[in-house]
């Protein structure tokens, strides 16, 4: 497992798509902070921590899903991937082995993306002026963006090992995200909605939240994490790799 983690984290060093994505998350931050109105004016953001709530406003898995994507389906597009089952590894570790690589790097992704409104917000009106944000709402709120990051990561590199072609996972995360956008825009209401993730991070991974239970969303990312998990390993374990 150790060898397998070190092999993947190399290749995430040298990743493209990864490089594009961390300038990707900078310039994003960047407009949402500066541009005329932007959402931070929009929103009446006062100080760096406050901006922090952008997130929750501006959350785009799009990154991600093309992040990983890319990440998880090079190794079926170059066929390395039937090297490293031929040496009688387990699919299972191989599986993980890429999870957390891939969890680490959206991570990183999203801390970068942190980093940029705050500072930002820090430059243009203080860091926490008014001391209207505690440090237990700033804790409990990225806490709450690093779980649904992760469970975003499980899902689509689940789609990812689905299809194992660029293409079609791309086409598939971005349909999702494209679905789940215009129930928003319309305003769709019921109980199915508050089981899907973008729908729990701007309800709870806000220092306010929506709605009083905020373990409904930590409840609802760690399924969705254990439930991609599963799916994704059972589905690698069967897959005929030539």
């Given at each position: ?24 998350c ?17 929103m009446?953001?006062?100080s ?26 090079a ?32 991570v ?18 203080g ?23 992760i ?11 689905l ?23 319309a ?10 993730l ?19 969303g ?25």
């Amino acid at each position: 497992m150790f060898n397998l983690l070190k092999a993947d984290f190399y290749k995430l060093k040298k990743s493209k798509a990864f490089l594009f994505s961390m300038v990707a998350c900078l310039g994003l931050g960047a407009i949402h902070m500066l541009m005329p109105g932007a959402p931070a004016e929009i929103m009446g953001v006062d100080s760096g921590l406050g901006a922090l709530e952008l997130l929750a406003i501006n959350f785009h898995p799009q990154i991600f899903v093309a992040f990983i994507v890319v990440f998880v389906t090079a190794e079926f597009q170059l066929g390395t991937i039937k090297n490293t089952i031929s040496r009688g590894i387990s699919r299972r570790q191989i599986y993980l082995s890429k999870f957390i690589v891939t969890n680490v790097a959206t991570v990183v992704l999203l801390l970068i993306y942190v980093l940029i409104h705050v500072v930002f917000g820090t430059i243009r009106w203080g860091f926490n002026p008014y001391e209207t944000i505690s440090i237990y709402q700033v804790a409990n709120f990225i806490g709450l963006h690093l779980l649904f990051v992760i469970a975003y990561t499980a899902f689509f590199m689940l789609i990812a090992i689905l299809f194992r072609h660029l293409a079609g996972a791309l086409v598939t995360g971005y349909l999702y995200i494209i679905m789940i956008g215009l129930l928003f825009l319309a305003e769709v209401e019921g109980s199915l909605i508050r089981y899907e993730l973008h729908w729990n991070v701007n309800n709870f991974g806000i220092f306010e939240p929506t709605y009083p239970e905020p373990w409904h969303g930590i409840i609802v990312a760690l399924a969705w994490i254990v439930i991609s998990l599963i799916l994704g390993v059972i589905i690698f374990k069967k897959q005929d790799i030539k």
